[in-house]
């Protein structure tokens, strides 16, 4: 996966380096998602994250957008332009209350009282985490330090400089309280990080909040208006399906220049109405296949059952976010005002974990239900069609295959760990048998880099070996 997303700029570019002049109008449609991806995550690093234009393009796969493509930081009109000269030019601009957006955007998107702000370090809310920003990991009893920084440390070693990890936060929450943090150089507690795919996880979460006053019904049918038309078979999708990525759909999930999980993402105007024009190739409930569409589809769903705009891009924070202190969080939308509920959140490290603490805590904070009773374990229930029991409902699994539960992806591991996993190795890992929520991100091009399951194993002994 993570090869495949960098491809879209290496095979776009290379296309348009060998196009010419003369050829320009024939590398357009390649050339377009790929500067579109840089325009979408340069502006958002910048102008949502709070990272420098420098930290930025040094995240990008350098070599071929030195040589072909020109990005221009706008800081005054908060926007950035990414071209190649005779080719193709594509923008995106911060919008108040919404983060990034790509150009065009729907002009009736305004404004939002959505985006808080990060404030700066030293002014973080004193109170003790999770209630507030205070952290105290000396303290913290039950802990081999010793293994545990040493587990830190080595997620931050760069041993082979030919695969750079680039890890740039680590947060380890024990019995609710951070009991290991770090950040890169250059980075902090106030710096927002993006979760690509772990936003699907995210978007779980508001759907679970939406069944309990009934505006959404796992088993509802008949989703889309196209899909009730006349004898759709898609008619026979239900909301369950799209969780548990088994609709059916033949949605195209890769991330070549014209390959389908890039235009929706970083071309297209509408996200859910691409996703939703795919066809039925299997009977829904059948098949597993990952697929982002579907999670677009599901946001798509989550706006028209909160009927008006406005409750729809407020909805996140207000029945989310505010509610567990998750006050830098932001999810993006598209052009058109749909949250990209696949791949565009940006939140500190903290609030990540905070994120993981509730799905923890089974959707309880501080004595306020905030998920529906069940709806943890609902998500966590492996899907049918996944071979190693490996995916839940817009989480993943290490439950194992059901006819054999060691075969599973790490067998070594406690089977009731699940986690919400991102793009160049973003992942809020819950063990829920230690107690225990990590948070890493990073920017890991390769992932034979740095292994997540080694790394779980470092934290969790560190716990084991305190006795």
């Keep these: 996966m993570l090869r495949k997303r960098t491809y879209i700029l290496l095979a776009a570019l290379a296309a348009v380096s060998t196009a010419g002049f003369a050829g320009s109008r024939k590398a357009r449609p390649l050339a377009r998602p790929a500067l579109g991806f840089v325009a979408k995550v340069v502006c958002s690093d910048v102008f949502v994250g709070g990272a420098t234009a420098a930290q930025a393009l ?59 702000r990060v404030t700066a370090r030293g002014s973080l809310d004193p109170a003790l985490w999770p209630d507030g920003e205070r952290v105290e990991p000396g303290a913290a009893a039950g802990v081999d330090r010793t293994r545990l920084n040493a587990a830190i440390a080595d997620a931050f070693a760069e041993p082979d400089p030919a695969r750079p990890r680039r890890t740039r936060a680590i947060v380890i929450v024990q019995r609710g309280r951070i009991v290991g943090e770090r950040y890169a150089d250059g980075y902090s507690a106030a710096h927002r990080f993006g979760g690509w795919s772990m936003t699907k996880s995210v978007t779980n979460a508001l759907v679970g909040i939406l ?40 949605f195209d999930e890769s991330y070549t220049p014209s390959g389908g999980a890039t235009r929706m993402l970083f071309d297209a105007a509408d996200a859910a109405a691409v996703a939703a024009a795919s066809p039925l190739v299997h009977a829904p409930g059948t098949h597993w296949s990952y697929s982002s569409a579907t999670t ?27 509610r567990i202190g998750m ?23 903290r609030d990540w974990a905070r994120f993981g603490l509730l799905f923890l805590r089974r959707g309880e904070w501080n004595g306020e239900r ?79 880099a740095w292994s997540l399951g080694d790394f779980l194993r470092a934290v969790i002994a560190s716990f084991e070996a305190s006795g």
């Design 211 to 250: 069944t309990a006053d009934g505006s959404l019904n796992v088993d509802a049918n008949g989703l889309r208006p196209e899909w009730r038309a006349g004898d759709d078979p898609r008619r026979a999708i239900t909301l369950d399906d799209l969780l548990r990525m088994s609709s059916g759909l033949a």
């Design 370 to 448: 905030i998920l529906p009773d069940g709806w943890v374990e609902y998500s966590t229930r492996p899907t049918p069609g996944a071979p190693l029991g490996e995916y839940g409902a817009h989480w993943w699994l290490n439950a194992g295959a059901s006819e054999d539960d060691t075969r599973r992806t790490w067998p070594d591991l406690p089977r009731d760990i699940y986690w919400a996993s991102g793009f160049q190795g973003q992942y809020v890992v819950v063990v829920p048998s230690h107690d225990l929520v990590v948070v890493r991100l990073g920017v890991t091009a390769d992932d034979r």
């Design 296 to 322: 677009n589809i599901v946001s798509s769903l989550i706006r028209d059952a909160l009927g008006s705009d406005r409750e729809y891009h407020r909805f996140p924070r207000r029945a989310l976010f505010d």
């Design 58 to 116: 040094s995240d990008l796969p350098d070599e071929p957008i030195a040589r072909l493509v020109r990005t221009q930081v706008d800081e005054q009109d908060r926007r950035v332009t990414a071209s190649v000269p005779f080719v193709a030019s594509r923008s995106a601009a911060y919008r108040d209350g919404f983060g990034c957006v790509l150009e065009p955007a729907d002009s009736s998107l305004g404004t939002s009282p959505g985006l808080v």
């Design 327 to 349: 006050s830098s969080a932001v999810i993006e939308p598209d052009p058109s005002g749909t949250f990209v509920g696949s791949s565009f959140m940006y939140a500190t490290a």
